[in-house]
Protein backbone atom coordinates (compact mmCIF):
# COMPACT_ATOMS: atom_id res chain seq x y z
CA UNK A 1 0.00 0.00 0.00
CA UNK A 2 1.06 3.47 -0.53
CA UNK A 3 -0.82 5.67 1.46
CA UNK A 4 2.13 6.08 3.65
CA UNK A 5 3.19 8.51 0.27
CA UNK A 6 -0.16 10.60 1.02
CA UNK A 7 -0.29 14.32 1.26
CA UNK A 8 -2.60 15.37 4.36
CA UNK A 9 -3.73 19.14 4.72
CA UNK A 10 -4.22 20.52 8.29
CA UNK A 11 -6.13 23.07 8.53
CA UNK A 12 -6.11 23.77 12.57
CA UNK A 13 -5.62 27.11 14.30
CA UNK A 14 -4.11 26.33 17.76
CA UNK A 15 0.09 25.91 17.16
CA UNK A 16 0.20 23.14 19.62
CA UNK A 17 -2.50 20.64 17.43
CA UNK A 18 -1.11 21.55 14.53
CA UNK A 19 2.20 20.91 15.76
CA UNK A 20 1.42 17.85 17.41
CA UNK A 21 -0.29 16.01 14.45
CA UNK A 22 2.37 17.26 11.44
CA UNK A 23 4.56 15.85 13.65
CA UNK A 24 2.79 12.38 14.15
CA UNK A 25 2.01 12.06 11.03
CA UNK A 26 5.39 13.05 9.40
CA UNK A 27 7.51 10.23 11.69
CA UNK A 28 4.46 7.95 9.93
CA UNK A 29 5.67 8.95 6.29
CA UNK A 30 2.84 11.29 5.25
CA UNK A 31 3.81 14.32 3.60
CA UNK A 32 1.99 17.56 5.29
CA UNK A 33 0.67 20.95 4.55
CA UNK A 34 -0.15 22.70 7.15
CA UNK A 35 -2.17 26.43 7.71
CA UNK A 36 -3.80 28.04 10.18
CA UNK A 37 -7.19 29.80 8.79
CA UNK A 38 -9.62 29.43 6.04
CA UNK A 39 -8.44 31.43 3.73
CA UNK A 40 -4.82 30.40 3.99
CA UNK A 41 -7.08 26.38 3.19
CA UNK A 42 -8.68 27.45 0.05
CA UNK A 43 -5.54 29.27 -1.35
CA UNK A 44 -3.63 25.92 -0.83
CA UNK A 45 -6.54 23.88 -2.18
CA UNK A 46 -6.58 26.47 -5.55
CA UNK A 47 -3.12 24.91 -6.71
CA UNK A 48 -3.50 21.52 -4.73
CA UNK A 49 -5.27 18.57 -4.63
CA UNK A 50 -4.10 16.41 -0.95
CA UNK A 51 -4.98 13.20 -0.31
CA UNK A 52 -7.09 14.06 2.84
CA UNK A 53 -7.77 17.09 4.98
CA UNK A 54 -7.52 17.41 8.89
CA UNK A 55 -10.40 20.20 9.51
CA UNK A 56 -10.80 21.99 12.98
CA UNK A 57 -14.54 23.37 13.42
CA UNK A 58 -13.19 26.22 15.39
CA UNK A 59 -11.23 28.75 12.76
CA UNK A 60 -10.58 32.24 13.43
CA UNK A 61 -11.63 33.76 10.08
CA UNK A 62 -14.65 31.43 9.07
CA UNK A 63 -16.79 28.97 10.71
CA UNK A 64 -15.09 25.46 9.70
CA UNK A 65 -18.85 24.00 8.73
CA UNK A 66 -18.99 26.45 5.98
CA UNK A 67 -15.24 25.82 5.15
CA UNK A 68 -16.63 22.34 4.80
CA UNK A 69 -19.52 22.83 2.00
CA UNK A 70 -16.95 25.40 0.17
CA UNK A 71 -14.58 21.99 -0.08
CA UNK A 72 -17.20 19.93 -0.60
CA UNK A 73 -18.43 22.21 -4.04
CA UNK A 74 -15.22 21.12 -5.71
CA UNK A 75 -13.70 18.06 -4.20
CA UNK A 76 -14.40 14.76 -2.81
CA UNK A 77 -11.41 14.58 -0.97
CA UNK A 78 -12.04 12.56 2.58
CA UNK A 79 -12.11 15.32 5.31
CA UNK A 80 -11.59 13.84 8.85
CA UNK A 81 -13.19 16.45 11.70
CA UNK A 82 -10.90 17.48 13.92
CA UNK A 83 -13.25 19.01 17.19
CA UNK A 84 -12.99 20.05 20.58
CA UNK A 85 -16.89 20.47 20.62
CA UNK A 86 -18.18 16.85 21.30
CA UNK A 87 -21.67 18.07 20.70
CA UNK A 88 -23.38 15.08 18.52
CA UNK A 89 -25.51 17.97 16.66
CA UNK A 90 -22.11 19.27 15.48
CA UNK A 91 -21.15 15.89 14.30
CA UNK A 92 -24.77 14.62 13.01
CA UNK A 93 -24.31 18.28 10.73
CA UNK A 94 -20.84 17.84 9.45
CA UNK A 95 -21.02 14.62 8.05
CA UNK A 96 -24.38 15.68 6.44
CA UNK A 97 -22.67 18.34 4.52
CA UNK A 98 -20.11 15.84 3.22
CA UNK A 99 -17.51 15.10 5.67
CA UNK A 100 -16.01 11.32 6.49
CA UNK A 101 -15.35 11.27 9.91
CA UNK A 102 -14.25 13.42 12.83
CA UNK A 103 -12.30 13.16 15.67
CA UNK A 104 -13.05 14.61 19.28
CA UNK A 105 -10.14 16.45 20.79
CA UNK A 106 -7.70 15.34 22.70
CA UNK A 107 -7.04 12.54 20.88
CA UNK A 108 -3.85 10.28 20.63
CA UNK A 109 -1.44 9.53 17.62
CA UNK A 110 -3.21 5.71 17.28
CA UNK A 111 -6.66 7.05 16.51
CA UNK A 112 -5.68 9.71 14.59
CA UNK A 113 -3.45 7.34 12.54
CA UNK A 114 -6.43 4.88 12.32
CA UNK A 115 -8.70 7.37 11.17
CA UNK A 116 -6.51 8.60 7.91
CA UNK A 117 -5.94 4.87 7.09
CA UNK A 118 -9.69 4.66 7.49
CA UNK A 119 -10.20 7.87 5.38
CA UNK A 120 -7.41 7.11 2.59
CA UNK A 121 -8.60 3.45 2.41
CA UNK A 122 -12.37 4.35 1.85
CA UNK A 123 -11.19 6.80 -0.83
CA UNK A 124 -9.39 4.55 -2.82
CA UNK A 125 -12.40 1.73 -2.82
CA UNK A 126 -14.86 4.42 -3.84
CA UNK A 127 -12.55 5.04 -6.97
CA UNK A 128 -12.57 1.47 -7.90
CA UNK A 129 -16.18 1.06 -7.45
CA UNK A 130 -15.84 4.21 -9.61
CA UNK A 131 -14.32 1.58 -12.13
CA UNK A 132 -17.48 -1.10 -11.93
CA UNK A 133 -15.02 -3.30 -10.56
CA UNK A 134 -16.31 -3.70 -6.73
CA UNK A 135 -18.52 -6.85 -7.26
CA UNK A 136 -17.14 -8.12 -4.12
CA UNK A 137 -16.64 -6.64 -0.79
CA UNK A 138 -14.29 -8.62 1.41
CA UNK A 139 -14.04 -6.96 4.91
CA UNK A 140 -11.80 -9.37 7.71
CA UNK A 141 -14.52 -12.83 7.57
CA UNK A 142 -17.45 -11.17 6.22
CA UNK A 143 -17.48 -11.12 2.62
CA UNK A 144 -20.69 -8.95 0.88
CA UNK A 145 -20.76 -10.37 -3.16
CA UNK A 146 -22.96 -7.98 -4.60
CA UNK A 147 -23.47 -9.64 -8.24
CA UNK A 148 -24.93 -13.07 -6.30
CA UNK A 149 -26.30 -10.86 -3.48
CA UNK A 150 -24.77 -13.24 -0.99
CA UNK A 151 -23.15 -12.85 2.44
CA UNK A 152 -20.78 -14.83 4.24
CA UNK A 153 -19.55 -14.81 6.93
CA UNK A 154 -16.28 -16.89 7.59
CA UNK A 155 -17.48 -18.96 4.25
CA UNK A 156 -20.72 -19.37 5.65
CA UNK A 157 -23.81 -18.01 4.24
CA UNK A 158 -26.02 -15.85 5.56
CA UNK A 159 -29.66 -15.42 5.04
CA UNK A 160 -30.84 -11.37 5.54
CA UNK A 161 -34.35 -10.03 4.71
CA UNK A 162 -34.37 -7.87 2.01
CA UNK A 163 -34.31 -4.37 4.03
CA UNK A 164 -31.15 -5.98 6.13
CA UNK A 165 -29.45 -6.42 3.07
CA UNK A 166 -30.12 -3.01 1.67
CA UNK A 167 -28.86 -1.58 5.03
CA UNK A 168 -25.87 -3.68 5.02
CA UNK A 169 -25.03 -2.94 1.30
CA UNK A 170 -25.37 0.96 1.98
CA UNK A 171 -23.31 0.67 5.21
CA UNK A 172 -20.74 -1.14 2.86
CA UNK A 173 -20.83 1.19 -0.02
CA UNK A 174 -19.68 4.04 2.42
CA UNK A 175 -17.49 1.53 4.43
CA UNK A 176 -14.96 3.57 7.03
CA UNK A 177 -17.42 6.16 7.21
CA UNK A 178 -20.21 7.19 10.08
CA UNK A 179 -23.37 7.14 8.29
CA UNK A 180 -25.96 9.31 10.01
CA UNK A 181 -30.01 8.60 11.08
CA UNK A 182 -31.33 10.86 8.38
CA UNK A 183 -28.71 9.39 5.86
CA UNK A 184 -29.94 6.09 6.30
CA UNK A 185 -33.23 6.18 6.80
CA UNK A 186 -34.19 8.36 4.03
CA UNK A 187 -31.84 5.84 1.77
CA UNK A 188 -33.53 2.92 2.75
CA UNK A 189 -37.12 3.79 3.31
CA UNK A 190 -37.42 7.14 1.72
CA UNK A 191 -39.06 8.77 4.71
CA UNK A 192 -37.79 11.67 7.37
CA UNK A 193 -36.14 10.28 10.43
CA UNK A 194 -38.15 10.56 13.29
CA UNK A 195 -38.59 8.18 16.61
CA UNK A 196 -40.57 5.60 15.02
CA UNK A 197 -38.23 5.36 12.06
CA UNK A 198 -35.24 5.50 14.53
CA UNK A 199 -36.63 2.67 16.06
CA UNK A 200 -37.37 0.73 12.75
CA UNK A 201 -33.88 1.16 11.88
CA UNK A 202 -32.04 -0.09 15.45
CA UNK A 203 -34.40 -3.37 15.24
CA UNK A 204 -33.16 -3.69 11.38
CA UNK A 205 -29.76 -3.43 13.02
CA UNK A 206 -30.27 -5.74 15.63
CA UNK A 207 -31.51 -8.41 13.84
CA UNK A 208 -28.28 -8.04 10.72
CA UNK A 209 -25.78 -7.84 14.19
CA UNK A 210 -27.50 -11.30 14.94
CA UNK A 211 -26.63 -12.80 11.94
CA UNK A 212 -23.67 -11.35 11.22
CA UNK A 213 -21.84 -10.95 14.42
CA UNK A 214 -20.05 -13.32 16.73
CA UNK A 215 -21.03 -11.52 19.88
CA UNK A 216 -23.98 -9.32 18.66
CA UNK A 217 -23.55 -7.03 22.09
CA UNK A 218 -19.81 -6.11 21.42
CA UNK A 219 -20.51 -5.65 17.03
CA UNK A 220 -16.94 -5.66 15.54
CA UNK A 221 -18.82 -4.90 11.79
CA UNK A 222 -21.73 -3.04 12.70
CA UNK A 223 -20.62 -0.06 14.97
CA UNK A 224 -22.58 2.26 16.61
CA UNK A 225 -21.89 6.09 16.92
CA UNK A 226 -24.33 6.89 19.81
CA UNK A 227 -26.38 9.71 18.97
CA UNK A 228 -25.24 9.97 15.38
CA UNK A 229 -25.51 6.78 13.29
CA UNK A 230 -23.95 3.45 12.62
CA UNK A 231 -20.58 2.81 10.44
CA UNK A 232 -18.96 -0.46 8.92
CA UNK A 233 -15.95 -0.81 10.38
CA UNK A 234 -13.03 -0.85 7.91
CA UNK A 235 -11.34 -4.16 8.91
CA UNK A 236 -7.34 -3.53 8.89
CA UNK A 237 -5.38 -6.76 7.34
CA1 LIG B 1 -9.62 26.06 16.68
Redesign the pocket.
Known sequence: MNSNKAQILII???TTIQTFISTILSSSGYRVLSVSDASEALAILSTHVPDAILL?L??PDMDGMDLLRKIREKLTTPVIIISARSFEKDKVEALDNGADDYITKPFGSAELLARIRTALRHSNRIMTKDTGSMNILKNGDLTIDFENRQILVSGKEIHLTQIEYKLLCLLAKYIGKVLTYDFIISNIWNISSDKNSQQLLRVNMANIRRKIEENPGKPKYVLTEVGVGYRLADIEQ
Do not use: A, I, S
Request: charged content about 65%; overall charge negative; glycine content about 16%.
Open positions: EDEDGL
